[in-house]
């Protein structure tokens, strides 16, 4: 286990077992990667912790969040708590007390949480979005009548 306490910068890490206390770590590639109130631009691992921390990207079998935020999260497992995620990307996404911006999910679970985009197979709990599958979906049709409808009306003024 490689353990970084107050780091302040490193470009890259690997190992098999990182743990970053404090500090800032460019890219973090390991089978398992914890991170206590530090951050990372990339993290790559097979199970993630977050604790009051950032990242910008998480890629992971299994990636938690608890008071943190990331930009964007690709996993089969995703948990977040009291957590901010731009994009959640999972198999299975619980969120707890967190609020994302787009959640795609095969099975998501949401409990006092909002997603402003929810596109799953499965939800459970009470749910606050914006815009979810069939939302999307009316969005996309409408925009592309929309713009299709515009495209042909500029074409027939150019042939006058």
């Known amino acids: ?26 890219n973090v590639e390991a089978d398992t990667v914890r991170i206590e ?33 990331a930009f964007i999260t690709r996993s089969t ?8 995620v731009g994009a959640v990307i999972s198999e299975h996404a619980v969120l707890q007390d967190s609020r994302v911006g787009i959640t795609i999910a095969r099975k998501a679970e949401l409990n ?26 009316l969005a996309g049709l409408v925009s592309g009548i929309a713009v299709g409808l515009v495209l042909l009306v500029g074409n027939l003024l150019r042939r006058d």
Do not use: C
């Open 1 to 26: 286990m490689m353990t970084i306490d107050e780091n302040p910068r490193s470009d890259e890490i690997q190992a098999e077992i990182i743990h970053l206390d404090g500090g800032v770590i460019q």
């Open 37 to 69: 109130q530090g951050g990372a631009n990339q993290v790559i691992a097979k199970n993630v912790e977050l604790n009051k921390g950032g990242a910008l990207t998480i890629q992971g079998d299994v990636v938690g969040l608890q008071q943190g935020a």
């Open 77 to 84: 497992e995703s948990t977040s708590e009291e957590s901010t």
């Open 112 to 137: 006092n949480s909002s997603s402003i985009i929810l596109l799953a197979q499965e939800v459970e709990g009470n749910v606050e979005t914006i815009l979810d599958t069939r939302g999307a979906l």
